[in-house]
């Protein structure tokens, strides 16, 4: 199973980034997690969209497209999901025909410096989510408050009930993503 995450922070010392990478080290064994850089994406702009998106918009659909399952790390920026991630999700959500996110299985996580580690921009994200028409799942959710506390020096998550949380969640993810994948077989049959 191949899942595509992304975070919301550009940061070299992101705490979202080192999030996914814990996500990478605690898949399930028939899963791999591929990180996407998306802060080479242009501002969405419906102008570069109409004959051809830009050569770096069409590699990140393509990747997108080939995921079996998204994985998003959430950077709480006022209240919201970054304006980097916002910006990735509204290119991969066109052309609404071909979209990359239309239908497929997904779950969210963060980190943040407030008091609720990323919840505001978490709901966002679920909301624009529907929109999209991914498929989240719901449980575990996982808002890391005080992140300076629960990663090393070298970005390694120590903290061990969010080791346990974000090793649940990738098992859910990849569970749903067989739920899905099975029922549309079946359907398809
Ligand atoms: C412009 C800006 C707005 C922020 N707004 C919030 C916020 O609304 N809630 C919050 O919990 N943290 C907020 N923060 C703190 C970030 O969550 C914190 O810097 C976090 O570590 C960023 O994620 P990263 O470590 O992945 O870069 C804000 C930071 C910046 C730079």
């Known amino acids: 199973m191949?899942?595509?995450?992304?975070?919301?922070?550009l940061r070299k010392a992101s705490f979202n980034r080192m999030l996914l990478q814990?996500?990478?080290e605690l898949m399930p064994k028939n899963a791999e997690l591929e990180i996407l850089e998306i802060g080479h994406l242009p501002f969405y702009n419906e102008d570069l969209d109409r004959d051809g998106?830009?050569?770096q918009v069409q590699e990140f659909r393509r990747r997108v497209a080939a995921a079996d399952a998204l994985l998003f790390a959430v950077t709480e920026y006022n209240y919201s999901m970054s304006a980097v991630l916002k910006n990735a999700?509204?290119?991969a959500?066109?052309?609404v025909a071909t979209s990359g996110l239309k239908g497929k299985p997904a779950a969210v996580m963060g980190a943040s410096?407030?008091?609720f580690g990323s919840v505001?921009?978490?709901l966002h994200f679920r909301h624009v989510a529907v929109f999209c028409d991914m498929h989240m799942v719901n449980k575990p959710e996982i808002m890391v408050r005080e992140p300076g506390k629960k990663f090393d020096a070298e970005g390694r998550l120590t903290d061990p009930d969010t080791r346990a949380l974000v090793g649940e969640l990738v098992q859910a993810l990849c569970d749903w993503t067989q739920v899905l994948q099975r029922g549309r077989?079946?359907?398809n049959a």
């Open 113 to 115: 410096g407030g008091q």
């Open 89 to 91: 999700v509204d290119w």
């Open 93 to 95: 959500s066109r052309p």
């Open 22 to 24: 814990a996500a990478g």
């Open 53 to 55: 998106a830009p050569a």
């Open 2 to 9: 191949h899942i595509v995450g992304m975070s919301g922070s």
């Open 120 to 122: 505001r921009a978490q």
């Open 185 to 187: 077989a079946s359907a």
